[in-house]
């Protein structure tokens, strides 16, 4: 059932063709807002995707391609959003990769690519919103950060970095808004089964030689004391409120949705 809260408001979630993303933009259709979809994927997938979202929600669905690692197409798809429709009122900066390796053995591109997409491509997105929604008196900025925005993991030194940076930006970027009707916050989930994280669990079963389901209760056993999967729903149920009225006043904050992670 799609409620009237975003009527009229055009959300552009990054990294939004499967899992914590399009889990968001789901979310946020359901309250009425049009979608700009960004990720990867096939063509006729994406395009499914858009035809299903707006005829379930009764929104406007767009698509751009840009490679967040990429400034000039990210200033691309912003100005596409402008032009389709009138920009952007809700930023969701959610697209990500990762690698795991120790630091001394870490591949400097990858360093290069996850700073990229992981830290600044929100940098780039954040600044070509902002102006706009100055002007209209009412913006919401979520950066998706993670627990890895509060605590470390061994292997992870530049998802870590990126996440940590993340977590400071929002910071930074609320404080410089608080006095007008733009928010800013970062949401730092635990562990969500997206593509990303079903790769680590695929690697864990290989390495170790136990099966899937095996690898799964380990890899929520190591850190996640709930032993359950945060899912891309409940994450968009953050963001919906964080682009409520009554969390007008939730600027600059990173809010872990963890099962417990960050408590220990």
Known sequence: MTTSTLRGK??????????????????????????VFNGFGDAAEIEKLQNEVAKEFGVQCAYHGADMSKPAEIEDMMAYAAARFGGVDVLVNNAGIQHVANVEEFP??????????NLTSAFHTSRLAIH???KKGWGRIINLASTHGLVASAGKSAYVAAKHGLVGLTKATALELAQTGVTCNAICPG????????????????????????AKR???ADKQPSGEF????????LAVFLCSDAAK??????WNMDGGWVAQ
């Open 10 to 35: 055009t959300a552009l979630v990054t990294g939004s063709t499967s899992g914590i993303g399009l889990g968001i933009a789901r979310s946020l259709a359901a309250e009425g807002a049009n979608i």
């Open 108 to 117: 400097v591109e990858k360093w290069d690519a996850i700073l990229a997409i």
């Open 132 to 134: 706009g929604m100055k």
């Open 191 to 214: 562990w969500v089964l997206t593509p990303l994280v079903q790769k680590q669990i695929d690697a864990r079963a290989s390495q170790q030689g136990i099966s899937n389901d095996e």
């Open 218 to 220: 380990a890899l929520l």
């Open 230 to 237: 945060v899912t891309p729903e409940e994450l968009g149920g």
């Open 249 to 254: 006043q939730v600027r600059g904050v990173a």
